[in-house]
């Protein structure tokens, strides 16, 4: 297989036909990014181009398999830079609601 080159997973071959994808961010228990998923989608790219490849096992380094979202990075969802979200679209607390009920 030709492996693509990956800053935040690692991969190997732990027996043949068994691709590993560990996630590599123990630091913040491998919480995902936007790099991160496009990351995992150019392994299951390469993956599916490469017919010895019977299995693709995902896993996570350090002590947690994946927190989540990295919430550091939320803001850059949809190609917002952080800080520059729409304040009214956050969550309100309970008395400060002012949705029609």
Do not use: H
């Not at 997973?9 to 036909?17: A, C, Q, S």
């Amino acid at each position: 297989m030709s492996a693509p080159n990956l800053k935040t997973i690692l991969l190997d071959t732990p027996r043949p036909g068994v691709m590993r994808a560990t996630l590599n961010r123990p630091d913040r228990l491998n919480a995902m990014t936007a790099e991160m998923f496009a990351e995992l989608g150019q392994t299951a790219a390469a993956v599916k181009a490469d017919r010895s490849v019977r299995a693709l096992v995902i896993t996570g380094a350090g002590k947690g398999f994946c927190s989540g979202y990295d919430l550091e990075e939320a803001d850059r969802v949809g190609g917002r830079e952080p800080g520059t979200g729409d304040a009214d679209a956050r969550p309100r607390s309970a008395g400060g609601d002012r949705r029609p009920r």
